[in-house]
């Protein structure tokens, strides 16, 4: 199986701070990577597909970026609806497999 | 307005069995792959099954792998997980995923590459005696 792991496992920013979030493959997955949101107590979100393809609706201070076995998602301006956690997850096999998230925390 | 409603959740017993449903609207469901992601108290994500559009392939996670079952039923609009030999580890919220793919060509055949767009809200499995 591909593993993934995510870098900070906890991130505390404040308002208006530039976040970025890594996500290493064990393996080359391309571009096949997938980031999600998810409040407390709320389902997950889309947030970018195809490592840096923005889904519809998504604010555009959220980016991707990366191929191949690293990835980022980056938050050019925090605001307060982005305390949540983050999740990547790639779909290159079929066995689709997360990374352990990362929660970002009010400083 | 694209929605995925789950059901079916509960209590039971270790070695117990449940059926979860998942009610899709809003979109032409046989033309989407769907998946069941679930998460434990306190923890991260885990995919436990894919079934194509057509039903005709299912993949599972190996955690899950004998014991639970995915199908649809495209009459129904309805995505299904019937969990089997229940285990206290398989505790979590259950959510349905729709699946959105892209085709890849070459001479190698095609491999279709599906990311999840819409969740549901999930419903939650409790396994205990």
């Known amino acids: 199986d591909i593993q993934m792991t995510q870098s900070p496992s906890t991130l505390s920013a404040s308002v208006g701070d530039r976040v970025t979030i890594t996500c290493r493959a064990s393996q080359s997955i391309s571009s096949w990577l997938a980031w999600y949101q998810q409040r407390p107590g709320k389902a997950p979100t889309l947030l970018i597909h195809k490592s840096s393809i923005l889904e519809s609706g998504v604010p555009a201070r959220f980016s991707g970026s990366g191929s191949g076995t690293e990835f980022t998602l980056t938050i050019s301006s925090l605001q307060p609806d982005d305390f949540a956690t983050y999740y990547c997850q790639q779909y290159s096999s079929y066995l689709w497999t997360f990374g352990q998230g990362t929660k970002v925390e009010v400083k | 307005e694209v929605q995925l409603v789950e059901s079916g959740g509960g209590s039971v017993q270790p070695g117990g069995s449940l059926i979860l449903s998942c009610a899709a609207s809003g979109f032409t469901f046989n033309s989407y792959a769907m998946s069941w992601v679930r998460q434990a108290p306190g923890s991260g994500l885990e995919w436990v099954s894919h079934i194509r559009g057509s039903g005709g392939d299912t993949y599972y996670a190996d955690s899950v792998k004998g014991r639970f079952i995915i199908s649809r039923d495209t009459s129904k609009n309805t995505l299904y997980l019937q969990t089997n030999s229940l285990r206290a580890e398989d505790t979590a919220v259950y959510y349905c995923?729709?699946?959105?793919?892209?085709?890849?060509?070459?001479?190698?055949?095609?491999?279709?590459?599906?990311?999840?767009?819409?969740w549901g809200k999930g419903t939650t499995v409790t396994v205990s005696s």
């Open positions: 995923a729709r699946g959105s793919g892209e085709t890849l060509s070459g001479y190698w055949g095609s491999t279709t590459y599906y990311h999840m767009d819409v």
